[in-house]
T-cell receptor, first 114, second 112 residues
Framework: EAQVTQNPRYLITVTGKKLTVTCSQN?????MSWYRQDPGLGLRQIYY???????DKGDVPEGYKVSRKEKRNFPLILESPSPNQTSLYFC?????????????FGPGTRLTVT | DAKTTQPPSMDCAEGRAANLPCNHS???????VYWYRQIHSQGPQYIIH???NNETNEMASLIITEDRKSSTLILPHATLRDTAVYYC?????????????FGQGTILTVHP
């Protein structure tokens, strides 16, 4: 089954404790993105990757890091989480031929930073 | 990306057609209109997209006005499972490197 998986689905952590949210897709997609969703602000792109070792900032990259060492994986790293990073996070992937429309989203990771 | 405007909420009776409008009066000639939906904090799901012709797939129909300043997503026989937030997005196909700009969308509630 074609899918995007994220782990963990729920995470409560404390300020400053480094964490990684994993994202994996099994569709051999070139493009992968991370979004965060906050009430009243909609979905905003954090980082995206066009292929292995090619990443770039989205609209709200501050406080986040990403890496793309393998095509299928695109982890999101919070080196020193802060309470304003409490949010619902989504990973998405798409093929090079449909990057702008048919994106496949993961189930989401709800992060709480206290 | 062209700005899109959608009503904040709509209701629809189960089994009836749900018609969701979207205004994109500043859309440029090569920007596509896409529709996604998000069911209760799940990941958004692609529905349909179009440029200027009407489009139909197994999920919905997309009607774009001749001047392309507005469009309507039609769910022909809405079910309770279609209750979701529906997002209309205008963007250039193939140039945004996977970035979609989501607005506030329309909360569609399908009731029995």
């Amino acid at each position: 089954e074609a899918q995007v998986t994220q782990n963990p689905r729920y995470l409560i952590t404390v300020t400053g404790k480094k964490l990684t949210v994993t994202c994996s897709q099994n569709m051999n997609h070139e493009y992968m993105s991370w979004y965060r969703q906050d009430p009243g602000l909609g979905l905003r792109q954090i980082y995206y990757s066009m292929n292995v070792e090619v990443t770039d900032k989205g609209d709200v990259p501050e406080g986040y890091k990403v890496s793309r060492k393998e095509k299928r994986n695109f982890p999101l790293i919070l080196e020193s989480p802060s309470p304003n990073q409490t949010s619902l996070y989504f990973c998405a992937s798409s093929s090079q031929t449909s990057a702008s429309y048919e994106q496949y989203f993961g189930p989401g990771t709800r992060l709480t930073v206290t | 990306d062209a700005k899109t405007t959608q009503p904040p909420s709509m209701d629809c009776a189960e089994g009836r057609a749900a018609n969701l409008p979207c205004n994109h009066s500043t859309i440029s000639g090569n920007e596509y209109v896409y529709w996604y939906r998000q069911i209760h904090s799940q990941g958004p799901q692609y529905i349909i997209h179009g440029l200027k012709n009407n489009e139909t797939n197994e999920m919905a129909s997309l009607i774009i006005t001749e001047d392309r300043k507005s469009s309507t997503l039609i769910l022909p026989h809405a079910t309770l499972r279609d209750t979701a937030v529906y997002y209309c997005i205008a963007n250039l196909l193939g140039t945004s490197y996977g970035k979609l700009t989501f607005g506030q969308g329309t909360i569609l509630t399908v009731h029995p």
